[in-house]
């Protein structure tokens, strides 16, 4: 059964780092390309970071790049999101995807390209 599981949300001031952990089971990890959205309330799941199978690729939205890193270990069958200046906007919940879509140019960044999702972390950044 595939199961993705977030960890490492919390609370933290604004500037503040948080490294988030999604742990894969249940489907061949290395065959898939990950994700890390977010959910604000009111608001839309929103595409934050992506990571290329191998993880020699990546790409971001432009509110965070320079900001988070993600990052990815095949023998751990897990992928890493990196989050540091963290600011107010940034408090959302953050879900991990994974596509079994194959990187043909384009980077998958809408909810509907990705298979499987996680139950999410809570990250609340403090003003």
């Known amino acids: 059964q595939v199961q993705l599981v977030e960890s490492g949300g919390g609370l933290v001031q604004s500037g503040g780092s948080l490294r988030l952990s999604c742990a894969a089971s249940?489907?061949?990890?290395?065959?898939?390309?990950m994700g890390w959205f977010r959910q604000a309330p009111g608001k839309e799941r929103e595409f934050v970071a992506t990571?290329?199978?191998?993880?020699?690729?990546?790409d971001y939205a432009d509110s965070v790049k320079g900001r988070f890193t993600i990052s990815r270990d095949n023998a751990k069958n897990t992928v890493y999101i990196q989050m540091n200046s963290l600011k107010p906007e940034d408090t959302a919940a953050y879900y991990c995807?994974?596509?079994?879509?194959?990187?043909?140019?384009?980077?998958?960044?809408?909810?509907?390209?990705?298979?499987?999702w996680g139950q999410g972390t809570q990250v609340t950044v403090s003003s």
């Open positions: 995807a994974a596509t079994v879509a194959r990187y043909t140019g384009n980077w998958f960044l809408t909810t509907d390209e990705y298979d499987y």
């Open positions: 249940g489907f061949f990890f290395s065959s898939y390309v």
């Open positions: 990571i290329s199978r191998n993880g020699d690729g990546t």
